[in-house]
Nanobody, 125 residues
Framework: VQLVESGGGPVQSGGSLRLSCAAS????????MGWFRQPPGKEREFVAV????????YYADSVKGRFIIARDNTKNTVFLQMNSLKPEDTAVYYC???????????????????RGQGTQVTVSS
């Protein structure tokens, strides 16, 4: 299994970024996919998850209405569109593969069995 994130970088407050995660080594459309982030000096936290067919999505309250998770099963890729970015969104963002179709405990890292190397997002005020 390989998950490779891209699209991070510096951005000003109020700006947008689109993260991508290219997946390989497993049957992509059999699994839900999630995004987590780790702000500097803090623990990893749930951001968003999407079901294997893309119909069901869940978001952390802190990003609801600003971030959109999507997937393209023809390209084995999951995306995170981040709008209206705030300095508190600064973090390393990780793509994660769910252990199944969509875990009940999707907010917890233990529901995922693989993650990528991460991509840094830095939002300046």
């Amino acid at each position: 299994v390989q998950l490779v994130e891209s699209g991070g970088g510096p951005v000003q407050s109020g700006g947008s970024l689109r993260l991508s995660c290219a997946a390989s080594g497993f049957t992509f459309n059999n699994y839900a996919m999630g995004w987590f982030r780790q702000p500097p000096g803090k623990e990893r936290e749930f951001v968003a998850v999407i079901s294997r067919n893309g119909v069901t999505t869940y978001y952390a309250d802190s990003v609801k209405g600003r971030f959109i998770i999507a997937r393209d099963n023809t390209k084995n890729t999951v995306f995170l569109q981040m709008n209206s970015l705030k300095p508190e969104d600064t973090a390393v963002y990780y793509c994660n593969k769910d252990r199944g179709i969509l875990s009940d405990n999707y907010r917890h890292p233990s529901s995922y069995d693989y993650r990528g190397q991460g991509t840094q997002v830095t939002v300046s005020s």
